[in-house]
């Protein structure tokens, strides 16, 4: 193995992040393919399920192109703002992710701000792209604003956006150009 990225993902509820790991966890061939597959592995804690949110810092591991990747899923909540620095301080960048209708949420943004802060990149993921009336250049310019609102660097701001649907396990650079696999975005984190 040639290197290792820890990657915190950063997401506001229902704008698909546990989709997004489940397929990433598929197209790196994590699981045994001979094992029955229950859908929304990092959904594991019973209050988590119930109120549809990340309370508790959990890892997932894969291996692609020579790479591991620790994917690092991270609450998304300003009362959980200890446990959000904690995770932010392992991580090498972040995979933010937007729903391509809503845009970045006010929750978001907290946990964004904290990694502006850290000098952590963002991956930008324009998600659910397939749903009627999206947005997604709206929402990529948004979060530019965003972005500059919160004092990132020039770098920072040279960020890279995928769009894609979490949910059909597609992602591309432009989200008029439908894939077959989130392979892009697995690039781009390489």
């Known amino acids: 193995m040639d290197s ?20 990433i966890i598929d197209h790196c061939k994590v699981l045994d393919d001979r094992k029955e597959r229950t859908e929304l592995l990092l959904d ?12 508790l810092s959990k890892n997932v591991s894969v291996v692609y192109k020579g790479v591991k990747i620790n994917v690092i899923d991270t609450p998304g909540h300003s009362d959980f703002g200890g446990e959000v620095e904690r995770v932010l301080k392992m ?3 972040v995979l933010l992710l937007v729903d391509a209708f809503e845009g970045a949420m006010p929750q978001t943004r907290f946990v964004l701000g904290k990694a502006v802060e850290l000098g952590l990149k963002p991956i930008v993921v324009v998600n ?5 009336n999206c947005t997604p250049d709206i929402v990529q310019e948004a979060i530019f604003d965003l972005m500059f609102s919160l004092d990132a660097s020039e770098d920072q ?7 894609g649907s ?8 432009d989200w008029k150009e439908k894939t077959d696999n989130i392979q892009p975005l697995l690039d781009a984190v390489d």
Request: charged share 35%; aromatic share 6%; hydrophobic share 40%.
């Open 91 to 93: 991580a090498d960048g």
């Open 4 to 23: 290792i990225r820890n990657i915190a993902i950063i997401a506001h509820v229902d704008h698909g992040k546990t989709t997004l790991v489940d397929k």
């Open 44 to 55: 594991n804690n019973d209050l988590e399920r119930e109120r549809g949110i990340t309370i």
């Open 128 to 132: 659910k792209v397939d749903k009627e």
């Open 157 to 163: 701001l040279d960020f890279v956006t995928l769009f």
């Open 166 to 173: 979490s949910k059909e396990g597609w992602m591309s650079l």
